[in-house]
């Protein structure tokens, strides 16, 4: 049995990147950067006005209240392109260019123009450099501002398009075959009969692999039928990248997903992680290149070791720096109980209390088959193999899910 962190590493040294594409930028939403984001110009590209108000010299408006001549107008998109010179103003918005010569930005609520708009009254002096962005200040021109590995987030979509990124170069996204076993299993739209529940495990799977950045491409369920098994691994193989079953690897006499795999000759990496819940995890690579991961039945089982090993897996073949959950620190609120030769991977509420300071609440739940409680979790707890009882208080490492 190997530990999480060794399960992990393996993961990521059978993960290979997959092709680079260049998509449109309106596409380039959860992408995975396979290239830097240089700047082509200074931002901002000229002296640029924070304010509406007046372009002063400062050494003018030193014995506050003065009256300047209003000379021109510079607003966004067409500024005023002459010299500013002593005992001037000129009217400016924001977002537009400080005139040569000028060197503050008097703000509009303290001042007041007379005469028709000639004239304006600057009621308070303003000391130099006021109310202006310089050129260059936030960005040289030449500067990268985003790195490749970088997944692409709302904010970045207006970095790419400030940088004129038009199109940009990004990882394919890994097609990945989702695949249940079990001969309980009907489909959503059914009934379930005697013994038989719904396939909830291809839901969540498809939907934690779509937010990894996964295409899903779903398959039948197969039963506990080897041969059966056998032909949509296979099948799958043919046209995904990853392959996420579920159910069939524990040490039932039904539990096929491993024979399944030895009859397609796929290389199993691991097949037993300690960890809990999610001990069984098979991680194999079959003929064709594909990676499978065989995750347990139980539908926490799923969303534990999908998120620690699949989502690695989906995360790295888009060239992700960080593809791993990050690990951050909270204190319990409850004391909780490890497991003796596992580290536990439990279901928690993370909130902050007064201090600031995080906090996880452990789940009550039902254990890994309680897929019901886990729709509340926000975090998994890791509590160390060996440990008896945490104590309310103490600090463990949490992992947020996506
Ligand atoms: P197994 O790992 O095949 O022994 O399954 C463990 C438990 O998970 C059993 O109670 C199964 O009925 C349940 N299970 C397996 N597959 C699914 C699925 N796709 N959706 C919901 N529950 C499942
Ligand atoms: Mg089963």
Not at 19 to 38: F, K, M, N, W
């Amino acid at each position: 049995m190997i530990s999480v962190a060794e399960a992990i590493q393996i993961v990521r040294q059978q993960t290979h990147t997959l092709p680079v594409e260049q998509i449109s930028l309106p596409h380039a939403l959860g992408r995975v950067l396979a290239q830097d984001i240089v700047a082509d110009s200074d931002l901002p590209p000229f002296d640029r006005s924070q304010m509406d108000g007046y372009a002063v010299r400062a050494v003018d408006a030193q014995a506050a209240p003065v009256r300047l001549r209003i000379v021109g107008e510079s607003a966004a998109g067409k500024g005023w392109h002459n010299q500013l010179d002593e005992g001037q103003a000129v009217r400016i918005m924001t977002g537009a260019p400080v005139p040569a010569g000028a060197d503050s930005v008097q703000q509009i609520e303290l001042t007041h123009e007379l005469k028709d708009g000639t004239v304006v009254e600057l009621l308070e002096s303003v000391e130099e450099g006021k109310s202006i962005v310089k050129r260059g200040a936030e960005i040289r021109a030449g500067e990268t501002v985003l790195s490749a590995g970088t997944m692409i987030n709302a904010a970045m979509m207006a970095v790419l398009a400030a940088f004129g990124y038009a199109t940009v170069n990004v990882f394919q996204r890994p097609r990945v075959g989702v695949l249940a076993t079990g001969t309980e299993l009907v489909a959503v739209d059914q009934k379930p009969g005697q013994d038989q529940i719904r396939d909830s495990n291809n839901y969540s799977i498809a939907a934690y692999a779509e937010l990894a950045g996964g295409v899903i491409e779903r398959f039948p369920l197969t039963g506990d039928d080897t041969s059966l098994l056998k032909n949509q691994i296979a099948k799958a193989a043919e046209t995904c990248d990853l392959i996420v079953t579920s159910g069939g690897v524990s040490m039932g006499v039904y539990d096929l997903t491993k024979s399944a795999l030895k009859q397609l000759d796929a290389e199993i990496f691991f097949e037993r992680v300690a960890l809990r819940p999610g001990k069984p995890t098979v991680f194999a690579r079959l003929p064709s290149g594909t990676l499978m991961f065989g995750l347990p039945g139980n539908p926490v089982s799923v969303a534990v070791t999908f998120n620690l090993f699949a989502r690695t897996a989906a995360l790295a073949m888009q060239g992700a720096t960080e593809p791993a959950l990050k690990r951050e620190t909270a204190a319990l609120a409850r004391s909780v109980k490890g497991t003796a030769d596992r580290e536990s991977y439990l279901p928690v509420q993370l909130t902050t209390n007064d201090d600031g300071e995080l906090i996880a609440f452990p789940l009550k739940w039902g254990g890994s088959s309680d897929f019901v409680a886990f729709a509340l979790t926000t975090a998994l707890a890791i509590v160390p193999a060996g440990a008896k009882t945490v104590e309310a208080g103490s600090l463990v490492n949490v992992l947020r899910l996506p």
